[in-house]
């Protein structure tokens, strides 16, 4: 009897150990599952057992050393992000002082000769021309090099997103005209958690994209989907054969290699950048001739 008593009891102690063991690796297994990359976030040892702190201490040696990398990893993105911030800005400069000396030396020619040379006027403006599109790139590599900060600060509030979109809209009246735009709202006084100018700008390189490559039937729709605001933006394109849309927000990435002079092909890559570091969804799709842009956010409760 005392042997039958002995063995269950064995059992019993073995069975409770494998529940206890059990119940460990599931707490382990829970932290690590919801620690995000980065996290100084350990585990612990919940038994008393030499075995079960072996195992959380080598488990916490792998986590600081992954956070130890990750972190220097986002430190030389952040670096390398400012060193091209640095940069644009520092071209910029100068580039600045030469367009300036030759708009002054195209006054004082005009002024001080009565027989210019021939084609001097056409070199100078072609100059200043080149001059103007090298700083308008060196203006959006600025743009995308801060927008693509991981440690950009964004000021997230209610915002009342239909305003937005029509200051844009109102901004580029003129061009929009042949594009017969169309603004349908499900909700027109909506409001989403966003950096209002930040917003602005992603609303403002979509509308460009538009009016630069779109054809017709430009349209701006708005819905809700539980706690996400819905909004796509589509017109006909031409030439979509030559559209990538798994591309379209790559840096420099131009669908039809002969618009030449119709944008960076950055306008795209600082919007998505933008949407990112808001916790936004930017994606593009194209049915048939129709590119369209799909922009989810966070419905604001405030």
Do not use: C
Request: glycine share 6%.
């Amino acid at each position: 009897m005392s042997a039958l008593i002995l063995i269950l009891a064995f059992l019993l102690g073995f069975a409770v150990a494998i529940a206890l063991a059990a119940h460990e690796a599931r707490m382990a297994a829970s932290v690590l599952e919801q620690r995000a990359p980065g996290s100084p976030e350990k585990i612990a040892a919940y038994l008393p057992f030499h075995f079960s702190k072996r195992l959380a201490t080598a488990i916490n040696a792998s986590l600081d050393e992954e956070r130890g990398l990750t972190l220097k990893e986002r430190k030389r993105s952040s670096d390398l992000l400012r060193m091209l911030s640095d940069l644009s800005h520092d071209i910029r400069t100068p580039l600045a002082a030469a367009r300036g000396h030759l708009q002054l030396a195209e006054l004082e020619r005009g002024v001080g000769e009565s027989n210019p040379v021939p084609g001097a006027t056409g070199h100078i403006n072609a100059a200043l021309n080149r001059i103007g599109a090298t700083s308008a790139i060196l203006d959006q590599m600025l743009d995308l090099t801060r927008a693509s900060d991981p440690d950009k600060a964004y000021d997230l509030m209610p915002t009342s997103f239909l305003p937005v979109l029509l200051g844009v809209l109102d901004n580029h009246e003129a061009e929009l005209l042949a594009l017969e735009p169309a603004v349908s709202f499900e909700d027109e006084a909506v409001k989403v958690e966003a950096d209002a100018a930040a917003l602005e700008r992603i609303l403002e390189n979509l509308v460009t994209n538009a009016i630069r490559h779109g054809r017709a039937r430009l349209k701006f729709v708005e819905w809700q989907e539980g706690d996400k605001v819905i909004f796509v933006t589509s017109n006909e394109v031409e030439k979509p054969e030559a559209i990538d849309p798994a591309m379209l927000f790559e840096r420099f990435y131009r669908a039809d290699s002969s618009r030449a002079g119709k944008g960076t092909g950055l306008g795209l890559a600082i919007a998505k950048a933008l949407a990112d570091g808001m916790d936004m969804s930017l994606s593009a799709d194209l049915r048939g001739d129709v590119l369209g842009f799909t922009l989810e956010m966070d419905v604001s409760r405030g």
